[in-house]
């Protein structure tokens, strides 16, 4: 998976210090600061864009971006959801640039679900597959913002106020949104199951 090492300048330090050293300019600060998130930033940028090279793209493309941006980051406390949302944003460029052909690739594993890791022994084992493949084909039908949002609160966590505070959105609405999203997710999963 996505790995950063950890410089022996850095080792031993907070995530407030190694902020602290990044936002002026230390690059070993920040790859530390990175070290436990990318797995955390990859599932998610994995939910939203379908395909493991994507994602890959879009977790190194807002790594790069958060990076450049960190001199502006206003409040530090406020670190995760302002990475979160740089991947989002990096997750739909990256979708609108490319141009979907009908290749579909085809992964090894999968590290959002690691039911698609292991070998069915029996018939029940079997259809928990075909119901994951079901998900995923459904999530799949899903445009990007529906995605982004249940990437976030469900694959990343965010409770619905930081999602609502990083949309610019009242709670309200983000709560509707999300709504909104479990619904479509239902009819592409029916959908599929036909």
């Known amino acids: 998976m996505l790995s950063v090492a950890r410089s022996s300048a850095v080792s031993g330090i907070g995530d407030a210090e190694l902020l602290a050293l990044a936002v002026g300019g230390n690059a070993d600060a920040f790859d530390a600061l990175l070290g436990g998130r990318l797995d955390r930033l990859f599932r998610m940028a994995y939910a939203i864009t379908r395909t493991e090279s994507d994602a890959r793209d879009a977790t190194q493309n807002a790594?790069?971006?958060?990076?450049r941006e960190l001199p502006r980051l206003r409040d530090q406390a406020r670190f995760d959801p302002w990475l979160s949302q740089i991947l989002v944003n990096s997750c739909r460029m990256l979708l609108r640039s490319r141009r979907r052909g009908s290749v579909r690739e085809i992964s090894m594993d999968d590290p959002v679900n690691p039911i698609a890791n292991h070998v069915p022994a029996s018939r029940s084992e079997v259809d928990g597959l075909s119901e994951a493949d079901a998900i995923r084909a459904a999530f799949a039908r899903l445009?990007?913002?529906?995605?982004?949002?249940?990437?976030?609160?469900?694959?990343d966590g965010q409770p619905l106020a930081e999602i609502a505070r990083q949309m610019g959105r009242p709670v309200g609405t983000v709560k509707w949104r999300l709504s909104n999203a479990r619904r479509a997710l239902e009819i592409a999963l029916r959908a599929e199951r036909r």
Request: proline letters at 0%; aromatic letters at 12%; one cysteine or more.
């Open 63 to 67: 790594c790069v971006q958060a990076w």
């Open 143 to 155: 445009d990007v913002a529906t995605r982004s949002i249940l990437a976030m609160h469900y694959v």
